[in-house]
């Protein structure tokens, strides 16, 4: 880390969103280098100390890469002119900025800040101009020194910047009245960071804000991380008390302030005191008061049992196909209520049984199919040979601000809508899917409750299967060309407790033996860059994955796409590459969405759109070096712009954790599997993982490693209330 004094010549690049900017800035010494970081209030003519470091850019040279930056307003004349005229005060331009600075010489700045009425001897500027003038300059003035503030505390400028535009001018006093705000109301800026500039500012340990910020992120933290709907108040107090390093009395106090204030909803729930987020609470209700209605209603307007039997022969008779009695009774069960639950495993028949009541449901009306992911989709549609889309797109999802289209107020026009991978599905997108179901409608929802749960809070299939309120048909069954692969009956095995075939030749399902997590990682590369695309023939980037459970060590996620990259996608003249703080991205790289954001646009064969997903899968297809951005092409279609702001939630997707892997299949998955803890090596992971490939699995570690997952069926449990709800009534 170094400092760097200069001026700013010429501002090549700035993304006014998040502040991303490419400076020219001339250095004490007369050189003139590039400026690259969160610089959002710097104007040409201005001198800052820039903290960071000389990096060298293999296409632009030696630049400074930006950490954070100190504002020097100008003092030369010529200087000042060139600040006024950048255009960053209002009603100021080149023309103006020269007649100002011709007027007052080097005492311009202190006219502005202290008698900007007098701009008025300037001709051409009356009253109305040299009050905006100077309120424009006062503004900029006040934003520079709130981002000093800011930074002083600790912030990059990227947080700073996020927390200027949130606060405004307010910022520095709403910082200084509560720094618990920024956890609470910041994207990006967790309890821990606002936590140390309180106590920098001189908040008490006890300050009643941060006890009640404290209790607010462990609820957070527990439906972010874990997936819990609610906690219990033992839990809430426990783990609060933990992290906030408080008597029990100083923190149950606080939780009955946040109760009293509306933050936390009380319920008893099953003997505890379930403590909510209330959005969360108000989520679960609406939810479960959905579905008995749409249960109630639907049951009223089912098919007639004679017809449905009827149309089900016929179907068979023109297909070929002989249902089984289990998914006969799925496709009845179906047609003839309101809301329905079909699960089963790989290889038991659900797809034959979604196109059979397709088949069925044609002749009463409109029918919509939809699955949470995008990949899931493509498959969906694939399957079944009719259109299918994301559940976000067919709700007419418009971004966070606005919403989805289709609500109470503007529902679907189907009279039946099919939702497979119901095991992916939280209870917010739950919630957003009842709503715009209208009443009398069916709804068929289609999933593995054995799959890992959702990555968003709730369990909603395995809710909805417990509770006993909804019909449930359970496939079975695996049928004779699903039993001839391995892959499918080990998943059974697995599922059931018991150990995998491993067979090592002529087969789908095999384990290569290696003895450190070093020799795993070296034969994950040798699999996927040479091995299996030549005995496959097939793309080793797009069409095999690699999985791991853990995300750091030898054979992690991180780890294995560093090796992967370099491998697969190595560096080339002409390559375009974009650097970042862990690693870099490069044209062809295969990435991941990690977060959802509801306003990313993107298009689609003159379509547009807003909104990418956590887990959507794609390759980078463009860089633009000079503004630090990228573009993605996903699987399905969407091209999305990336500007430096976003990079944050993208990630190479070489190899990706089983829980990223849901919704998704491929044709080949590359699976390393060596050791760890207990938690994370259950039997459902190594479930998922496995049910993600259509034509081959390769285990790469130790086969007790195996063999201790499949016996350990621990289910970390979520703490929800859907079940219950749904069972009471």
Not at 285 to 296: D, N
Not at 456 to 463: I, S
Not at 661 to 683: C, D, I, K, N, Y
Request: a negative charge.
């Amino acid at each position: 880390m170094a400092d760097f004094e200069g001026m700013v010549e010429d501002i090549v690049y700035r993304n006014e969103q998040n502040g991303f900017t490419v400076l020219s800035v001339k250095l004490e010494d007369g050189k003139e280098l590039s400026a690259v970081g969160t610089l959002p209030f710097l104007a040409v003519g201005e001198r800052a100390v820039f903290h960071g470091a000389m990096v060298e850019h293999r296409e632009y040279g030696a630049q400074i890469r930006v950490d954070s930056y100190e504002t020097l307003l100008p003092e030369k004349v010529g200087d000042i002119e060139k600040y006024l005229a950048s255009g960053l005060i209002k009603g100021v331009g080149p023309a103006t900025a020269r007649l100002i600075v011709g007027r007052f010489g080097d005492k311009t700045l202190d006219v502005l800040e202290s008698r900007p009425d007098r701009l008025t001897e300037v001709p051409g500027i009356g009253p109305k101009r040299a009050a905006l003038i100077g309120e424009s300059f006062a503004a900029n003035v006040g934003a520079r020194q709130t981002m000093m503030f800011l930074q002083g505390l600790g912030l990059t400028p990227a947080m700073a910047g996020k927390v200027s535009s949130k606060f405004g001018d307010m910022a520095e006093a709403v910082v200084r009245a509560n720094p618990y705000r920024l956890a609470d109301e910041v994207e990006g800026i967790g309890f821990r960071t606002a936590d140390q500039i309180a106590l920098n500012l001189g908040f008490s340990r006890d300050s009643a804000f941060r006890l009640k910020s404290g209790v607010r992120y462990v609820l957070t933290e527990a439906v972010a991380g874990e997936g819990h709907v609610y906690l219990p108040y033992e839990e809430l107090l426990r783990e609060s008390r933990k992290i906030l390093a408080a008597g029990e009395e100083a923190v149950t106090n606080a939780i009955a302030e946040l109760i009293v204030e509306g933050q936390l909803t009380r319920e008893e729930m099953d003997g505890v005191t379930a403590l909510y987020l209330p959005r969360l609470y108000q989520a679960e209700k609406e939810t479960a008061l959905r579905l008995r209605r749409l249960l109630s209603a639907g049951k009223k307007a089912g098919m007639n049992p004679q017809a449905a039997e009827k149309r089900m022969a016929r179907y068979e008779r023109e297909t070929g196909v002989e249902l089984g009695a289990k998914q006969r009774e799925a496709v009845l069960a179906a047609a003839l209520g309101g809301v329905t639950v079909i699960t089963g495993g790989p290889g038991t028949g659900k797809t034959t049984s979604i196109r059979c009541l397709i088949d069925l449901l044609e002749e009463t009306g409109k029918i919509e199919l939809c699955a949470p992911t995008g990949r899931a989709a493509k498959r969906m549609a694939e399957a079944t040979g009719r259109t299918a889309r994301t559940i976000h797109r067919m709700l007419e999802y418009a971004g966070e601000d606005e919403g989805f289209g289709r609500d109470a107020d503007h529902p679907l026009d189907a009279d039946s809508v099919i939702v497979d991978e119901m095991s992916m599905v939280d209870i917010f997108l739950m919630r957003a899917l009842l709503r715009a179901v209208k009443p009398g409608a069916r709804l068929v929802l289609v999933g593995d409750a054995d799959q890992l749960p959702s990555v968003g809070a709730g369990n909603v299939l395995r809710d909805l299967i417990e509770s006993d309120a909804i019909p449930v048909v359970q496939l079975t069954e695996i049928f004779r060309q699903a039993a001839e692969s391995n892959i499918i009956m080990n998943a059974h095995r697995i599922n059931h407790g018991e150990y995998p075939v491993i067979l090592n030749r002529d087969t789908d399902f095999f384990l290569e033996r290696k003895n450190s997590t070093k020799e795993v990682a070296q034969s994950v590369v040798a699999l996927t860059q040479s091995r299996l695309p030549r005995y496959l023939g097939v793309d080793g980037i797009r069409d095999i994955q690699v999985m791991a459970p853990m995300k750091k060590g030898d054979a992690g996620v991180y780890e294995l796409n560093k090796l992967l990259q370099e491998k697969l996608n190595p560096p080339a003249a002409g390559k375009a590459e974009l650097r970042r703080s862990d690693g870099l991205f490069r044209v062809g790289d295969k990435v991941m969405q990690v977060k959802n954001n509801y306003d990313l646009e993107w298009t689609r064969a003159g379509e547009e759109g807003t909104g990418v997903f956590n887990g959507d899968i794609g390759y980078v297809t463009r860089i633009n070096r000079e503004e630090g951005g990228l573009t993605v092409d996903f699987d399905d279609g969407r091209q999305a712009e990336y500007d430096a702001g976003c990079l944050e939630e993208l990630e190479l997707a070489y190899c990706m954790s089983v829980h990223k892997s849901q919704g998704s299949e491929f044709p080949a998955v590359v699976l390393p599997l060596f050791a760890g803890p207990p938690m994370l090596m259950t039997r459902n992971l190594l479930y998922t993982a496995v049910t993600r490939a259509r034509r081959l699995v390769v285990i790469v570690g130790r086969e007790d490693c195996v063999k201790r997952m499949v016996d350990n069926n621990h289910i970390h449990r979520r703490y929800s209330g859907l079940e219950k709800r749904l069972r009471e009534g």
